[in-house]
């Protein structure tokens, strides 16, 4: 399916299309057409923009590190999406991701102090 197609499915909420591709807990790799750590990264992206829960990105950062993402391009989607989402969601999402990637930032700041 071309993604003119596939673009025409979405906005046409084809119920077969929509429930393929965006069933939930489904895997949409090969679906979205980006390979698995490109996969990763934007879902990370994304969960940075909605200011998801902690477990969302523990499980979402694990996939990007099996897909062969660094802790630096993890990371770096933060500074990527800093000019869109805002200052208030990266400072709430960082936290959140560094936990996800086994560092503490508060128990950091702690020791610092």
């Known amino acids: 399916m071309e993604y ?4 025409r499915s979405l906005a046409l909420h084809d119920e077969g299309f929509v429930c393929s591709v965006l069933g ?3 895997d949409t790799v090969e ?8 996969h ?24 990007a590190l099996a897909a062969g993402a660094s802790y ?4 770096g989607i ?3 999406v800093a000019p ?10 960082a936290p959140k991701l560094a936990l996800a990637l086994g560092y503490d930032v508060d128990a950091a700041l702690e020791a610092q102090a």
């Open 40 to 63: 990763a990264l934007v879902r990370l992206a994304a969960l940075l923009s909605i200011d998801a829960t902690p477990s969302a990105y523990n499980a979402t950062a694990e996939a």
């Open 72 to 75: 630096d391009e993890i990371v």
């Open 4 to 7: 003119q197609e596939r673009l």
């Open 24 to 26: 939930m807990g489904q």
């Open 84 to 93: 869109t989402v805002g200052l208030g969601r990266v400072v709430s999402a």
């Open 31 to 38: 679906a979205s057409r980006l390979d698995p750590k490109t």
């Open 78 to 80: 933060l500074i990527a």
